[in-house]
């Protein structure tokens, strides 16, 4: 069986490239994509402490973050598209501002 610290590890890696690339990025597509790797390696740690403490609530929770993850990620896709067509780019340096 596979200790419980190399998920850890694993997931503290990719929690710090996810939060590397939100900090660093500048094309919002791809900071949505690190804000997803992050919300995995969250996931990832509660189905290991779910695992460790054998209790199913942890997994409970983790579809619960999916389905919200989704939902999420439809509705920034949407607002990406809108500001899109309307600004005619997708940097976050020129989204910054609130008005169009």
């Known amino acids: 069986m596979i200790?419980?610290?190399?998920?850890?590890?694993?997931?503290?890696v990719l929690f710090a490239i996810g939060a590397y690339g939100v900090m660093t990025k500048k094309n919002t597509i791809v900071v949505l994509m690190c804000i997803e790797l992050m919300l995995n390696a969250a996931n990832i740690n509660f189905i290991v402490f779910s695992a460790?403490?054998?209790n199913v609530l942890g997994e409970v929770f983790v579809v619960m973050s999916i389905s919200v993850a989704a939902a999420e990620v439809a509705v920034g896709i949407a607002i990406l598209l809108n500001a899109y067509k309307v600004k005619g780019t997708i940097e976050a340096d020129s989204l910054a501002s609130m008005r169009w």
């Open 3 to 12: 200790p419980i610290e190399v998920f850890l590890l694993f997931a503290a």
């Open 52 to 54: 460790f403490t054998t």
